[in-house]
Nanobody, 121 residues
Framework: QVQVVESGGGLVQAGGSLRLSCAAT?????????WAWYRQAPGKQRELVAQ???????NYADSVKGRFTISRGYAKNTAYLQMNSLKPEDTAVYYC??????????????WGQGTQVTVSS
């Protein structure tokens, strides 16, 4: 009932930057309370990269602290992940997760299809 779409992935050299975007849309009126970015590298489990709460509190994986920044967009129901000083080990499919409430219909938790980030050495 709430669709999530990521964009902004691509190929970048080590030390470079990328900005991932995430947009949530629905035919219903809704609010997104919390956003999170996860990633999954080949042969590995999906892991939490960063999250931001309704109160704008943020949390990061130790491996990305100081390099990645999660933020909410000025446009409602959008979020971003700014990734700086990228390393080859950041190569993965990045997934956006949105958690919130649909007016009159209850809570939702939706995942995007993922966007590939490849960092070359």
């Amino acid at each position: 009932q709430v669709q999530v779409v990521e964009s902004g992935g691509g190929l970048v050299q080590a030390g470079g930057s990328l900005r991932l975007s995430c947009a949530a849309t629905s035919q219903f009126v809704f609010d997104t309370n919390a956003w999170a970015w996860y990633r999954q590298a080949p042969g590995k489990q999906r892991e939490l990269v960063a999250q931001i709460s309704d109160g704008y509190n943020t949390n990061y994986a130790d491996s990305v602290k100081g390099r990645f920044t999660i933020s909410r967009g000025y446009a409602k129901n959008t979020a971003y992940l700014q990734m700086n000083s990228l390393k080859p080990e950041d190569t993965a499919v990045y997934y956006c997760n949105a958690d919130g409430r649909i007016l009159g219909r209850g809570d939702f938790n939706s995942w995007g299809q993922g966007t590939q980030v490849t960092v070359s050495s």
